[in-house]
């Protein structure tokens, strides 16, 4: 099972808890086949996932919101990683051939057994939800609903309507209208909204981070970026030094695009260069922007890193009017 949350799952679930209280309260009463969880990326739809799926299986004392122990055998298997009765599906990426169109999907292979080879994931829903729990609740979690094909979302159906074994399906997703209707009209749906600063803060030294106000501003009420506070720290950190350099001279922003390169994380880089610009003229914003899309590309292009990572330097020294 792959691990959705980084950086200790016990303090993320209980963070969970905290930051999402009002619908734990309601997902832990929930007694229906299927909940869909919608709102903006990194919202924290993940973390609340896995906190009701220890909800449906915890044979402990609940909390003030009904959530789980984190006590218990099964919560303990939860937040190491190694809970049998929980299954995460994740669209794949896939790349047409020729050119760099990557679209993500939740192939048929997720579903059941198919002919189409390499495609297949390791369990797929079928086979899981055939294994009686171990504890008291199967819960199969499909992260990017939006992603599932139609061929996939019909072959679900049916296991959506009566699953095996009394299962539970929380589906995530960040655009409810891109999920097929089918899925929409057979699952009790629940928002996820951001949280207050002051509520992300407390979370924060909750898990033992130190107060970090950059970190906070560029969440804006996401609690998903929590669980990743540390790479999200070092990120922020290198896009402002990145910013930095571009206008210290030609050979400072060429070294700095060197350092850039090694250390760039396609999840949060993009997103923290951006945040660093925020305070920029809109015009110089929106060149810097295209500049930024530019080296995206040309990554997922396979252009060559190095270059594409100076022309990158060399393209937003022009537009922040350094060169
Ligand atoms: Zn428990």
Known sequence: ?????????????????QLHGPLLEQTGVFRGNALLLTGPARVGKLALAWAIAAQHNCAGTRGMYGEACGQCPSCLALAAGAHPDVLLIEPRATTTTGKAARRRVIPIGA???????????????FEFLE??????????MVQGAEFLGQEAANALLKLVEEPPHGALFVFLAEDLRAVLPTIVSRSARLNVAPVSDPALERALARQGEAADPALVEFAAGRAGVLAHAATVHAAL?????????????LLSALEAAEQLEKHWDPAWHPETLRFAWRTLPPHQRARADAALL??????????SPSLSFQVLALRLREALGHA
Do not use: C, N
């Open 131 to 140: 294994v009686r729990p171990t504890w008291r609740r199967r819960v199969v």
């Open 294 to 303: 530019a080296l995206q590309e040309a990554l997922e292009a396979y252009a």
């Open 1 to 17: 099972m792959t691990l959705g949350l980084s950086g200790g799952l016990s303090a993320s679930l209980s963070g969970a808890a």
């Open 111 to 125: 579903i059941l057994e198919s002919r189409d080879k390499g495609r297949e994931y390791d369990v797929h829903v």
């Open 237 to 249: 950190t290198s896009a402002a030094e990145f910013t930095d350099a571009l206008g210290e001279g």
